[in-house]
């Protein structure tokens, strides 16, 4: 099949070339979790940040949101159209912004990658020094605090991980949750 958009009660729903892979929404139960509250520093990175936050802890994976602060400097990407007829789209180059930048909202995901080891995700919406609105997946190694903290909520989570697996329908790897011992 080619990728295309359809409208589905009046909404633009893009359909990608793959098999569609169902249920999309896939959820797990667990038995506990813990809540953390990090606040980032003035000048920090924000990956080494939230990963020294997690050092220690047992947890399988984590979500989470950006709950208020700024930035010096971040990097991040949007999707972008391509030639490939299997992936239409795909993350363009990277959009780097630098000065006093303030966040609107996000969502983190913290999974494990393939020897168990944590892998963060970001999307997130923040206005640049002159206003003007941005939004797409932060590149957390790359994003530095800037004068005002930033304040993230995490809910760690055991016995289930999210873990990066290639995906037939959208022909991206995503995060999907599996059953596996917190460490």
């Known amino acids: 099949m080619n990728p295309h958009f359809e409208q589905r009660d009046g909404v633009r729903v893009f359909v990608h070339g793959g098999p569609a892979q169902q249920p999309r929404r896939l959820d797990r139960s667990v ?9 980032l520093p003035l000048a920090c990175n924000v990956a080494d940040g939230v990963l020294a936050a997690l050092r220690g802890r047992r947890y399988g994976s984590a979500v ?4 208020c602060g700024g930035a010096a400097h971040l990097s991040y990407h949007r999707m972008v159209v391509t030639d490939k007829a299997q992936r239409p789209y795909d993350y363009g180059a990277p959009v780097v912004l630098d000065g006093y930048i303030t966040f609107i909202s996000g969502a983190i995901t913290v ?3 393939a020897q168990n080891q944590p892998l963060l995700h970001c999307h997130a919406g923040f206005l640049d ?6 939004g797409g997946h932060l590149v ?3 994003l530095v605090v800037g004068s005002e903290n930033l304040v993230i909520r995490l809910c760690l989570f055991d016995h289930v991980a999210y873990q990066s697996q290639p ?16 460490s």
């Open 140 to 142: 957390l190694d790359k």
């Open 64 to 67: 989470g949101r950006i709950l």
């Open 167 to 182: 995906d037939a329908e959208t022909h991206f790897s995503l995060l999907h949750p599996i059953d596996q011992e917190a």
């Open 111 to 113: 999974g494990r990658d």
């Open 129 to 134: 020094r002159d206003g003007q609105q941005h």
């Open 31 to 39: 038995a506990q979790g813990e809540e953390l509250r990090i606040v």
